[in-house]
């Protein structure tokens, strides 16, 4: 079964260090893969997704993440963590169009940020 | 802020009953999903409508339904409700079916709770 791992349930950084959030993908397609970001009692805004057009991908709010195939991972991060950034941040990945076109989540990472 | 509204924000409902959760995508967006988050999980495709057409389902009982209508509104009803239907539930929409990186963009979710 297609499946998204994110590996750490909670980060806990210091204002100005760097983040990193793991995601891992297993596909038996090329997978299509997103970053959300959830803030408190709010729904889910896109921080960044892969089209397949460049490995390197940026975002908004500074963030960015790696496509490696190789490994099949997806990480996302961000140099300097400042404290808006505390909130939850899904992976996820979509397998195709049509009716294919659901995303499948990740259980998601919560990040707080420390001063 | 991403167009699409949700209603109401907030639920009680007691075990057995039925409820209606609405959604309003964004303009010319024609396909809606809805999601289930469970606390602490990642959402959960539910089903995906098109062109007021249910277009892919995820592993949900008959007991969960939708309809979309032609002025980009929906709903999500659920059947005799269960204990574990307490949950966050987030309508997303987007502009295009085909499309595999095409953004989907999630209102503010309805807080259901059953007791």
């Not at chain 1, 790696?66 to 397998?95: G, I, N, Q, W």
């Not at chain 2, 167009?3 to 959760?21: A, D, E, F, M, Y």
């Not at chain 2, 990642?42 to 009982?61: A, S």
């Amino acid at each position: 079964a297609q499946s998204v791992t994110q590996l750490g349930s909670h980060v806990s950084v210091s204002e100005g260090a760097l983040v990193l959030l793991r995601c891992n993908y297993s596909s038996s397609v090329p997978p299509y893969l997103f970053w959300y970001v959830q803030y408190p009692n709010q729904g889910l805004q896109l921080l960044l997704k892969y089209t397949s057009a460049a490995t390197l991908v940026k975002g908004i709010n500074g963030f960015e993440a790696e496509f490696k195939k190789s490994e099949t991972s997806f990480h996302l991060t961000k140099p300097s963590a400042h404290m808006s950034d505390a909130a939850e941040y899904f992976c996820a990945v979509r397998l195709g169009g049509g009716s294919q076109g659901n995303l499948i989540f990740g259980k998601g990472t919560k990040l707080s940020v420390k001063p | 802020e991403t167009g699409v509204t949700q209603s109401p924000t907030h639920l009680i409902k007691t075990r057995g009953q039925q409820v209606t959760l609405r959604c309003s995508s964004q303009s010319g967006h024609n396909t809606v999903s809805w999601y289930q988050q469970a606390l602490g999980q990642g959402p959960q495709f539910i089903f995906q409508y098109y062109r007021e057409e249910e277009n892919g389902r995820g592993n949900f009982p008959p007991r969960f339904s939708g309809l979309q209508f032609p002025n980009y509104s929906s709903e999500l009803n659920v059947n005799a409700l269960e204990l574990d239907d307490s949950a966050l539930y987030l309508c997303a929409s987007r502009l295009d079916l085909s499309s595999v990186t095409d953004t989907q963009y999630f209102g503010p979710g309805t807080r259901l709770t059953v007791l």
